[in-house]
C-alpha cells in the first residue's frame, strides 16, 4: 500500500496559483494518483484523478512526473472558497478501500 | 440527479448505547461504503457492500456493522458505544466496475456522532 506525504497546511491569497505536491515513493505500476477537496462538515469531493504526465479539467491541473514518485495538484487563481483540505490518495482499480492521509489545509486570505 | 443523502446530520448518544446511521446513495450507484473521520484527521474506511454483502472491510471491530438494501440505501450500526467513536461518519457510493482508486465516488455529508 502506497504511502502518501503532503505538506500539514499552505497558504495563499486569492488569485494566487497553488501548488500542493505529494509525495508517494512507493507507488505501485497499476495505483492512480487521485486528489479529493474536503470543506469543514463535508463529505470529500473528487477533484481530479491521473496515471501519468498532465491531466487538466475545468477545476485543477494533475503534474505527474515520469518516474510518478510524486504529483502536483495546481489551483489556478484561487479564491476564498478554495479555501478547504486536500487530500492525495494512490491505489489500483481493485482497491475497494480509499486510503486518505491528514490532507493538507490550505487557507486563501483575501 | 440526486447525490447521496445521509441522516441524521447530529446526534448526542450515551457510551453502551447503540446508534443507526442512514444513507441513500446516489441514483445509478450500487456500491456503498462507510468511512469514520475523527477531528482533524482523514476519513478511515469503515466497510464497503456491494449486493448486500459486505465486499471489504477495514481495521474496525465487529460492533460496526452494516447493511445494503436492494434499493441500495444503507445503514451504518454500531453498537456499545465508546467515547472514542465520537467522529464524523461519511458514507460514499460509486458504481462497480467504473470507480476505483477514487474515482467516481460521491460523499455524502455526514453525520456527526457524540457519544457522552
Known amino acids: 500500500l502506497a504511502k502518501t506525504t503532503q505538506p500539514i497546511s499552505m497558504d495563499s491569497y486569492e488569485g494566487q496559483e497553488v501548488n500542493i505536491t505529494c509525495s508517494h515513493n512507493?507507488?505501485?505500476?497499476?495505483?492512480?494518483i487521485t486528489w479529493y477537496q474536503q470543506f469543514p462538515s463535508q463529505g470529500p469531493r473528487f477533484i481530479i484523478q491521473?496515471?501519468?504526465t498532465k491531466v487538466t479539467n475545468e477545476v485543477a491541473s494533475l503534474f505527474i512526473p515520469a518516474d510518478r514518485k510524486s504529483s502536483t495538484l495546481s489551483l489556478p487563481r484561487v479564491s476564498l472558497s478554495d479555501t478547504a483540505v486536500y487530500y492525495c490518495?494512490?491505489?489500483?482499480?481493485?482497491?475497494?478501500?480509499?486510503?486518505f492521509g491528514s490532507g493538507t489545509r490550505l487557507q486563501v486570505q483575501p | 440527479e440526486t447525490g447521496v443523502t445521509q441522516s441524521p446530520t447530529h446526534l448526542i448518544k450515551t457510551r453502551g448505547q447503540q446508534v443507526t446511521l442512514r444513507c441513500s446513495s446516489q441514483s445509478g450507484h450500487n456500491t456503498v461504503s462507510w468511512y469514520q473521520q475523527a477531528l482533524g484527521q482523514g476519513p478511515q474506511f469503515i466497510f464497503q457492500?456491494?449486493?448486500?454483502?459486505?465486499?471489504g472491510r477495514g481495521n474496525f471491530p465487529p460492533r460496526f456493522s452494516g447493511l445494503q438494501f436492494p434499493n441500495y440505501s444503507s445503514e451504518l450500526n454500531v453498537n456499545a458505544l465508546e467515547l472514542d467513536d465520537s467522529a464524523l461518519y461519511l458514507c460514499?457510493?460509486?458504481?462497480?466496475?467504473?470507480?476505483?482508486?477514487?474515482?467516481?465516488?460521491?460523499f455524502g455529508s455526514g453525520t456527526r456522532l457524540t457519544v457522552v
Open positions: 490518495l494512490v491505489g489500483d482499480t481493485g482497491r475497494r478501500a480509499l486510503t
Open positions: 512507493n507507488i505501485a505500476t497499476n495505483d492512480y
Open positions: 491521473g496515471y501519468k
Open positions: 460514499a457510493s460509486s458504481l462497480a466496475g467504473t470507480g476505483g482508486a477514487g474515482y467516481g465516488y460521491t
Open positions: 457492500y456491494y449486493r448486500e454483502e459486505e465486499n
